[in-house]
């Protein structure tokens, strides 16, 4: 189990909203950061600035290393098989489109299959919406069994011998399923297809080994696991990241550029034009290390045990509702839920108000409210930092909420 001592390396946890000590549940937005983060990116700025790859001087030697070291750091973190499979990206949705955009234009044809969720993130269904159109290809869902969780057979439904492309979120960010992906992508590739996994909330929270899931691509995004916004991966298979094409050019990525034509560096170079996200990748070096040090397995048991307790607490609550897998081995740790007949931003603004932060909305999830048949749900997502004081802590804001309410209408 985590250490208590842990919520202590997270300074902005030190302090209090509207008068209480707050609380924060809101770690699938963006998780906060640990001092040895800050101070990557402080000792970056005040030691180490400089650009990477051009300059011959002290500073560029000691930034390029730093940004490559990084590299390899991610390489390890998920197994890729070499460091070149590695793309520096803006985060999950630059990655998603990045091979919707290169590898998705160059083989999707006329007809051809894209097949997704409803579960997905808009970041996992615009890119796919808008290559079908262009492409004239048909975007296809599988369909969710009653519980948020989807079954191989209906994924065997779904993906046939003209589908090209298979996209799925590893963990929902609103039901908290945890999806079969090793498993969906033997069953793309017995049909020609290719696998995309949106890992924005599995990198943070499990032991991920893109080897062993033999995924083609994999995504995710550094502040969701401790590190700095701006900054996420695009994990490939090298020999479909060697015959993809760039979506963005101009400097550090070409090789020789001529009057009329030019040509690229090799990989992972060719994919990250102009000046890298060099400080954001020291930033997510040092995430990792703080990930590694706790140990992604202890975080993964330590969420199921805060999804446990949370939903054990909750489900005494008359009139809240619990979306997502009943299991809590099944799911992330993440609670998303309504309370009957009360918005989840009226919800939220009385959780806010007793220094307790929680999402409410569409989660950037409209297809998947529109099958839950609601609006909007309030979600409490867990991490490394928090504990059980945490949720009964919510549990208490959430009677008061009720009791609010109830009283006023």
Known sequence: MINQEIKSYFPILNQEINGHPLVYLDSAATS??????????????????????????????????????????????????????????????????????????????????????????????????????????????????????????QVRAAITERTKIVSMVYVSNVLGTMNPVKEVAQIAHENGAVLVVDGAQAAPHLKIDVQQLDCDFFAFSGHKMVGPTGIGVLYGKQALLEEMEPVEFGGEMIDFVGLYDSTWKELPWKFEGGTPIIAGAVGLGAAIDFLNEI?????????????????????????????????????AGIVTFNLNDVHPHDVATVLD?????????????????????????????????????????????????????????
């Open 32 to 153: 906060q950061k640990p001092v040895q983060v800050i101070e990557a990116l402080k000792n970056y700025y005040e030691f180490d600035n400089s650009n990477v790859h051009r300059g011959v001087h002290t500073l560029g030697n000691r930034a390029t290393e730093k940004y490559e070291g990084a590299r390899e750091k991610v390489r390890k973190f998920i197994n890729a098989n070499d460091a070149k499979e590695v793309i520096f990206v803006r985060g999950t949705t630059t990655a998603i489109n990045t091979v919707a955009q290169s590898y998705g234009r160059a083989n999707v044809e006329e007809g051809d299959e894209i097949v997704i969720t409803y579960m997905e993130h808009h970041s996992n269904i615009i890119p796919w919406q808008q290559l079908a159109k262009e492409r004239g290809a048909i975007l296809k869902y599988i369909e969710l069994e009653e519980d948020g969780t989807i079954s191989l057979e």
């Open 295 to 331: 140990g992604l397995n202890n975080i993964e048991q330590h969420e199921h045990a805060m999804a446990a307790y949370a939903m054990d607490r909750m489900s005494g609550i008359e009139g809240l509702q619990i979306y997502g897998p009943k299991d809590p081995a099944k799911r």
């Open 353 to 409: 108000m007793s220094g307790i932060a929680v999402r409410a909305g569409h989660h950037c999830a409209q297809p998947l409210m529109k099958w839950l048949n609601v609006t909007a749900t309030a979600r409490a997502s867990f991490y490394v930092y928090n504990d059980e004081s945490d949720i009964d802590r919510l549990v208490e804001g959430l009677r008061t909420a009720k009791e609010y309410f109830n009283n006023v209408f």
